[in-house]
């Protein structure tokens, strides 16, 4: 497994479906413009291929592959959490985002934490749990566990217009594992 591997949503990388995005750039740790570790850009990008060519929202994940602006892994220069896939569902999970929705700017990084529980329209496949993350949290990490020493298992994917405080991420099972292997290689 490389160690350049970034995780983000599905729809950060491609349109889902349609084209990948033509540039994408990793800032480790940034904070209200200040980028301590640099800028890391994307080599190579990856979604399944039920985001990529269907959109899909149970698989909104997107993965890239990035190039360090000092040579040295981007787990050696800032740190890595791991990953897990076919975990149960409804878990608890801590999920962090740069919301840049009102009344957020997106410049610092926010975080809430909820027991995951199933979409109440049975439209997809992913879980919500309470969070007031607005806009621009998207593919911001779910963690189980505390922190960066937690295991990630979702990203931050959506939200209903008509459901408040709700932040939704694609369920990590068998299909996404396939994509982040492939990324990771």
């Known amino acids: 497994m490389n160690k350049n591997t970034v995780v983000t949503a599905g729809h950060c990388v491609n349109e889902g479906p349609g084209n990948f995005a033509s540039r994408l750039i990793f800032v480790p740790a940034y904070d209200n413009g200040s980028a301590p570790f640099g800028q890391w850009n994307a080599t190579a990008l990856y979604a399944p291929t039920q985001w990529s060519n269907s959109g899909d929202i149970s698989y909104d994940t997107g993965f890239a592959t990035v190039s360090s602006p000092t040579g040295t892994s981007l787990s050696d220069s800032v740190g890595a959490s791991g990953v897990t896939f076919n975990q149960s569902r409804g878990l608890t999970y801590t999920a962090y985002g740069y919301p840049a929705g009102a009344p957020f700017t997106g410049g610092t990084l926010q975080s809430c934490s909820g027991t995951a529980t199933a979409d109440p329209y049975g439209q997809s496949q992913s879980q919500g749990?309470?969070?007031?993350?607005?806009?621009?949290?998207?593919?911001?990490p779910w963690m189980i566990g505390s922190g960066s020493?937690?295991?990630q298992n979702s990203v931050n994917s959506f939200g209903y217009n008509n459901i408040a405080n709700t932040m939704?991420?694609?369920y990590w099972g068998s299909v996404i594992e396939n994509a982040y292997v492939a990324a990771a290689a």
Not at 129 to 140: A, K, N, R, V
């Open 129 to 140: 749990i309470p969070c007031d993350m607005t806009g621009g949290s998207s593919g911001g």
């Open 149 to 151: 020493n937690g295991l």
């Open 168 to 170: 939704f991420g694609p």
